[in-house]
C-alpha cells in the first residue's frame, strides 16, 4: 500500500469523538474596565449616529453576538430610528470559496448564510472576508459600503451622517474599517485603525473617518435641492460580556480571539480546536503536524507538532504550551480547517430566537457573575477536599 493510501486510509477509519470533556476551571468572564467605559461612550453617541454596523465572526456567528451590547444600544437606536447592519467578519476563514470547493460545500455556506439573513430580517446583513487590503475583503466592503450610501441618498442631513462599527473584541471592526475607507476613498490610501490578531488592540472610541464623500450623495439633484454632508465612520473598542455562562461558548469565544490568550489554557484551546477539526476534516493538520494518522489525543498531536517545528524546551521536553499557540494561530489565519464552531440550523436558530425574545435572561450582571463564580470555586474546593480526605 502506498503513503498516500495508507494516509486516506487512517482518515476514512477514524472515528472522532463525538463529546467534548469541558475542565472544571474554564474562566467565564473576560469584562474588562475599557469595555465598561466603552460602552458608556458608545451610548452617549449615538444621539449624533446614523448608522451601527454590528460585527460578529462567520465562524460563531451565534456565539459573537453580545446581548449587553445589544440590550444596551438597542432601545436607544429604536427610538432615534437608528439603522442597524449586521456584519459577519472573516467568511473566508470559516468557508473556503475556492473554485475548487466542492458544491456540497458551497450549498451548505449558502443555505447557513439565508438561514441568518431570516434570522436578522428585515434589517440588513453582510457577509465580510478577513483583511483589509485582499481583492475579496474589498468585493465585501463595497456592498456593506453600498448599505450605507443607499441609507444616506434616502435620509437627508446636512451635517453629515456617522457609522459606529461595535462588536465584540477582535472580531474585526477596526479591519472593517480600513477597507470601508479604501474603497470609499476610491485610494486605496493605507489603514487608519490599528488591528492586530489578539484582542483588546483598540481600547477607546476613535476618531471620524470619511468614506462617502458629500458630492457622491448629492450627484443628480438640482441647484434647488437640499444638500447632504459626507458620511463618517468610528471605530469602537471591543466589548465583551460580563459573564458567559457555558464553558462551550467561552472556548468558542477564546478559540477565535475574542479573548485575550493566557485567560484560557493553551492546549485546553487545542484540544477544543482538534475536536472540531476531526468532527469536520480529520486529518487536516497532517501537514503541520507530519503525520498522516489522525487522532483524538491532543498531546500526540502537539508532540508530533514540537517536534517538527524544533521548538523544545530545556533538557529537550516538547514545549506543549508553544505547539498549542502555534496550532491555534495557524487555525486562525486559515492556513488548518477552515471550519464553522456555530451549528446553523432552523432548530438552533429558533433557539436564539427564543433566548433574543427574553433579553434579561441572556444578560448577566457583573454582581450575578460573581456570585456564579464563587459558588463554581467553593463547589470546586468541596470537590477537592472530599477527594483528598
Given at each position: 500500500?502506498?503513503?498516500?493510501?495508507?494516509?486516506?486510509?487512517?482518515?476514512?477509519?477514524?472515528?472522532?469523538?463525538?463529546?467534548?470533556?469541558?475542565p472544571?476551571?474554564?474562566?467565564?468572564?473576560?469584562?474588562?474596565?475599557?469595555h465598561?467605559?466603552?460602552?458608556a461612550?458608545?451610548?452617549?453617541?449615538?444621539?449624533?449616529?446614523?448608522?451601527?454596523?454590528?460585527?460578529?465572526?462567520?465562524?460563531?456567528?451565534?456565539?459573537?453576538?453580545?446581548?449587553?451590547?445589544?440590550?444596551?444600544?438597542?432601545?436607544?437606536?429604536?427610538?432615534?430610528?437608528?439603522?442597524?447592519?449586521?456584519?459577519?467578519?472573516?467568511?473566508?476563514?470559516?468557508?473556503?470559496?475556492?473554485?475548487?470547493?466542492?458544491?456540497?460545500?458551497?450549498?451548505?455556506?449558502?443555505?447557513?448564510?439565508?438561514?441568518?439573513?431570516?434570522?436578522?430580517?428585515?434589517?440588513?446583513?453582510v457577509?465580510?472576508?478577513?483583511?483589509?487590503?485582499?481583492?475579496?475583503?474589498?468585493?465585501?466592503?463595497r456592498?456593506?459600503?453600498?448599505?450605507?450610501?443607499?441609507?444616506?441618498?434616502?435620509?437627508?442631513?446636512?451635517?453629515?451622517?456617522?457609522?459606529?462599527?461595535?462588536?465584540?473584541?477582535?472580531?474585526?471592526?477596526?479591519?472593517?474599517?480600513n477597507?470601508?475607507?479604501?474603497?470609499?476613498s476610491?485610494?486605496?490610501r493605507?489603514?487608519?485603525?490599528?488591528?492586530?490578531?489578539?484582542?483588546?488592540?483598540?481600547?477607546?472610541?476613535?476618531?471620524?473617518?470619511?468614506?462617502?464623500?458629500?458630492?457622491?450623495?448629492?450627484?443628480?439633484?438640482?441647484?434647488?435641492?437640499?444638500?447632504?454632508?459626507?458620511?463618517?465612520?468610528?471605530?469602537?473598542?471591543?466589548?465583551?460580556m460580563?459573564?458567559?455562562?457555558?464553558?462551550?461558548?467561552?472556548?468558542k469565544?477564546?478559540?477565535?480571539?475574542?479573548?485575550?490568550?493566557?485567560?484560557?489554557?493553551?492546549?485546553?484551546?487545542a484540544?477544543?480546536?482538534?475536536?472540531?477539526?476531526?468532527?469536520?476534516?480529520?486529518?487536516?493538520?497532517?501537514?503541520?503536524?507530519?503525520?498522516?494518522?489522525?487522532?483524538n489525543?491532543?498531546?500526540?498531536?502537539?508532540?508530533?507538532?514540537?517536534?517538527?517545528?524544533?521548538?523544545?524546551?530545556?533538557?529537550?521536553?516538547?514545549?506543549?504550551?508553544?505547539a498549542?499557540?502555534?496550532?491555534?494561530?495557524?487555525?486562525?489565519?486559515g492556513?488548518?480547517?477552515?471550519?464553522?464552531?456555530?451549528?446553523?440550523?432552523?432548530?438552533?436558530?429558533?433557539?436564539?430566537?427564543?433566548?433574543?425574545?427574553?433579553?434579561?435572561?441572556?444578560?448577566?450582571?457583573w454582581?450575578?457573575?460573581?456570585?456564579?463564580?464563587?459558588?463554581?470555586?467553593r463547589?470546586?474546593?468541596?470537590?477537592?477536599?472530599?477527594?483528598?480526605?
Amino acid at each position: 500500500m502506498t503513503t498516500t493510501a495508507k494516509a486516506l486510509d487512517a482518515v476514512t477509519s477514524f472515528a472522532p469523538r463525538q463529546a467534548f470533556h469541558f475542565p472544571t476551571n474554564i474562566p467565564r468572564s473576560y469584562y474588562l474596565g475599557h469595555h465598561a467605559k466603552g460602552l458608556a461612550k458608545m451610548r452617549s453617541l449615538l444621539a449624533q449616529t446614523s448608522i451601527v454596523l454590528e460585527c460578529r465572526d462567520y465562524r460563531i456567528p451565534l456565539t459573537s453576538r453580545n446581548p449587553l451590547l445589544e440590550n444596551s444600544l438597542s432601545s436607544s437606536m429604536s427610538d432615534s430610528g437608528i439603522k442597524r447592519i449586521i456584519v459577519y467578519t472573516k467568511r473566508d476563514l470559516g468557508f473556503p470559496d475556492h473554485a475548487d470547493t466542492p458544491r456540497s460545500v458551497k450549498a451548505e455556506a449558502l443555505r447557513r448564510e439565508q438561514l441568518l439573513r431570516k434570522l436578522h430580517a428585515p434589517e440588513d446583513v453582510v457577509f465580510t472576508d478577513s483583511g483589509s487590503k485582499t481583492d475579496s475583503s474589498h468585493k465585501s466592503a463595497r456592498k456593506t459600503l453600498r448599505h450605507i450610501k443607499d441609507y444616506a441618498k434616502s435620509n437627508f442631513s446636512i451635517t453629515g451622517h456617522r457609522v459606529m462599527v461595535a462588536g465584540m473584541p477582535n472580531v474585526g471592526k477596526s479591519t472593517l474599517l480600513n477597507a470601508l475607507r479604501a474603497v470609499g476613498s476610491g485610494t486605496g490610501r493605507g489603514k487608519v485603525a490599528r488591528t492586530g490578531a489578539e484582542a483588546g488592540v483598540t481600547r477607546s472610541v476613535g476618531g471620524l473617518v470619511k468614506i462617502i464623500d458629500g458630492k457622491e450623495l448629492n450627484e443628480g439633484l438640482s441647484d434647488d435641492d437640499m444638500r447632504s454632508e459626507s458620511v463618517y465612520v468610528q471605530d469602537t473598542p471591543g466589548v465583551f460580556m460580563p459573564y458567559v455562562s457555558s464553558p462551550d461558548a467561552m472556548l468558542k469565544l477564546a478559540l477565535c480571539g475574542c479573548v485575550g490568550d493566557g485567560i484560557i489554557p493553551a492546549d485546553t484551546l487545542a484540544d477544543y480546536l482538534l475536536f472540531h477539526l476531526n468532527l469536520s476534516s480529520p486529518g487536516c493538520y497532517a501537514d503541520l503536524t507530519g503525520s498522516n494518522r489522525p487522532t483524538n489525543d491532543v498531546f500526540e498531536l502537539l508532540r508530533d507538532l514540537s517536534a517538527r517545528t524544533g521548538k523544545m524546551g530545556k533538557g529537550g521536553t516538547f514545549d506543549l504550551e508553544a505547539a498549542s499557540m502555534r496550532l491555534i494561530h495557524q487555525w486562525r489565519k486559515g492556513n488548518v480547517g477552515r471550519t464553522m464552531l456555530n451549528d446553523v440550523n432552523e432548530e438552533v436558530l429558533e433557539q436564539f430566537k427564543d433566548e433574543k425574545a427574553n433579553p434579561q435572561a441572556s444578560v448577566v450582571s457583573w454582581n450575578q457573575a460573581r456570585k456564579v463564580e464563587k459558588g463554581r470555586r467553593r463547589e470546586k474546593a468541596r470537590v477537592y477536599a472530599d477527594a483528598t480526605t
